[in-house]
């Protein structure tokens, strides 16, 4: 079966139409670009005829494959903002913490954490993850969050979440095998803190389920929590002891030492609103 070709080449001439400084090969007749002096046209042979048919030269190849770079970038970057918006929640003051606004408080626990994105690949192969403990407001969601942004800019899938978060996303869904299911799909989940949620046989169960779900998958994840090392080792009750015996085979433990930023900041904006109030009407 013969192909009508015409609709082809003509489309082709108007996507690479001829140009006034374009010009004809004295040797061969063909059209020759004249900015980057290279064919537009070519001879070829089609069901046994020869004919001219139109090429992109090399300024209108270049431009062609540049706009496909850019277009192809723009939807990568739009695929990751869809990820980090998932990770998140829409909203989510954790979607801006990254390495770029850290603020240098703790220089050996954001080495670790920058190492740990360089590594992930063999870190995820041996379904590695990164226990961080610590008091409040040292640090540790912030160096979590800063390898979720930083691994979403890199094209993989991370969640971030919290077990009460999980707790309710449970009751409100019928299938719970399903939910857990989807918490073993992401390259690398990041529960944040362990220990704050409300202590119920229904809490720990979720909290063993979600974790032990991962462990079975092989895949990592980063765990934050107020608890510190010993609290971990001694453990305490048996639903505790095995949740922490899991959490230890699949991360490495990382005490976190920064100060108290987030006290810091409270203070800031007292004294600051204190100020306010105090200078209100000019008195």
Known sequence: MKIDLEPIIEAAKTANPQMPDDYRDEGTGLLFCGKCHTPKEKNVKLYGDER????????????????????????????????????????????????????GGDPQTMKLAKGYVERFEDFKARGKGLLFLGGTGTGKT??????????????????????????????????????????????????????????????DEIIFTAIDTRSAAKRPMIVTSNLDGTTFINGGELAKNRVFSRLYEMCVPVTVNGRDRRRERMMAETAADMAMLLNAGGN
């Not at 496909?68 to 801006?96: D, L, P, T, V, W």
């Not at 979590?144 to 971030?160: E, F, M, Q, T």
């Open 52 to 103: 001219i048919v139109p090429v992109m030269c090399r300024c209108a190849s270049e431009k062609y494959e540049a706009e496909e770079a850019a277009r192809r970038e723009a939807e990568r970057q739009r695929r990751i903002e869809r990820r980090r918006e998932n990770c998140f929640g829409y909203g989510s003051r954790k979607a801006s913490f990254t390495f770029d606004t850290d603020d």
């Open 142 to 203: 912030f160096a979590a969050c800063c390898i979720a942004n930083a691994l979403l800019d890199k094209g993989y899938s991370v969640r971030v979440a919290t077990f009460a978060e999980i707790a309710a996303k449970l009751q409100g869904n019928w299938d719970k095998e399903e939910v857990y299911k989807e918490l073993a799909r992401y390259d690398l989940l990041v529960l944040d803190d362990l220990g704050a949620e409300r202590q119920t046989s229904f809490m």
